[in-house]
Structure formats: structure tokens, C-alpha cells
């Protein structure tokens, strides 16, 4: 089975900042967050847990496989979205005809980079690559994988694995801290 969760929260995310690949760890609320997840999922099954090596995916998975015989294995290919200069920007939504907007509101006619931005090709890219390279081969093996990652990055390995229209990227939901199975 394979399993995806999103890092607890951050003071970024409290703040409504992007946080794209700069590596905000998490606050004390999110490592609650975490603490409180080990013992929702203490008795789920999983044999590897792959994680995004940005520090508030790590630590929640750390927190949340604490005392369990699980390795936690950080790839590149799961860090999150790059939002280029947008990172750190607050309340996009409340900048008229900002770029980055487009993202988020209208995904399928997000199509070229804007202010240094991550790409829907280089992302879909990058996590095809891992899926195709490493959570394949163990799942047809029979193996129980969680990813540990973010937002953007978790909301496309669930377009690619539920085989989704890209006008319905943002349509999960990404709980932060709740396991979902894809």
C-alpha cells in the first residue's frame, strides 16, 4: 500500500507564507501535530518511510516513526515545490494578478515559470521518477510506503498515482499530519 503525508505546521505556514524549498522547520504546534499522528498510526503497518530532506518533513516523519523499525530515507525527488522569488511571500491571494496565483487557481493554465519558479513538467518529472524508480518496484513487492512530504509535491504523486486531470491537482486536500492512503 502506499501512504502520503503532509509535514506538520510551520510558523510559515501560520503566517500563509510560501514555503517552497526554503527549509522552515516546524514549530512547536506541528511537532505536536506529529507526536499526535505517532499515536493515531502507531499500529499501521509500513515497511519504508521516504521523505522530502527539507527539515519539517523529516522531523515529522522522525517524530512520527519514533521507536518503530521503519527506515526513514530522505530523497531529492520529494522536496517541495520550488516557488522561485515567491518564497516567503504572504497572502498571495491578496495581491491582485499576482503570478504565483495561477498556480493554485487555475492549474492547467499554469504552463511556464514564472520569478524562477518550479515548473508542472519538472515536478511531475521528478516525482514520476521516484514512483516509477522506488515506490513501484516496492509495492509490487507487497511493501507498505509512506512518503512524507508537502502540499504541492503530495498533490502530484496523487494526480499521477488516481490518474487525475491536471485541473483537479489541488481537489485532495492535504491535511497536514493525516495519512492517506493513494
Not at 33 to 46: F, I, Q
Amino acid at each position: 500500500m502506499l501512504y502520503i503525508m503532509r509535514h506538520g505546521l510551520t510558523d510559515w505556514n501560520k503566517a500563509r507564507r510560501l514555503q517552497g524549498r526554503t527549509d522552515i522547520p516546524l514549530n512547536d504546534e506541528g511537532r505536536a501535530m506529529a507526536r499526535a499522528a505517532a499515536e493515531e498510526y502507531r499500529d499501521l503497518r509500513l515497511d519504508v518511510c521516504y521523505c522530502s530532506p527539507l527539515k519539517r518533513a523529516r522531523e515529522t516523519a522522525e517524530i512520527l516513526l519514533k521507536d518503530r523499525d521503519v527506515p526513514i530515507i530522505p530523497d531529492d525527488r520529494l522536496m517541495e515545490m520550488g516557488f522561485g522569488e515567491y518564497e516567503g511571500l504572504a497572502d498571495s491571494f491578496k495581491i491582485p494578478g499576482c503570478p504565483i496565483n495561477l498556480l493554485f487557481q487555475s492549474p492547467e493554465k499554469y504552463k511556464e515559470s514564472v520569478g524562477g519558479t518550479e515548473t508542472f513538467d519538472e515536478l511531475f518529472a521528478r516525482t514520476g521518477s521516484f514512483l516509477k524508480e522506488v515506490a513501484e518496484p516496492l509495492l509490487e513487492q507487497g511493501k507498505d510506503v509512506l512518503i512524507v512530504g508537502h502540499g504541492a509535491m503530495n498533490s502530484c504523486i496523487i494526480v499521477q498515482r488516481k490518474h487525475l486531470p491536471i485541473e483537479q491537482y489541488w481537489s485532495n486536500g492535504i491535511p497536514q499530519c493525516k495519512i492517506m492512503e493513494i
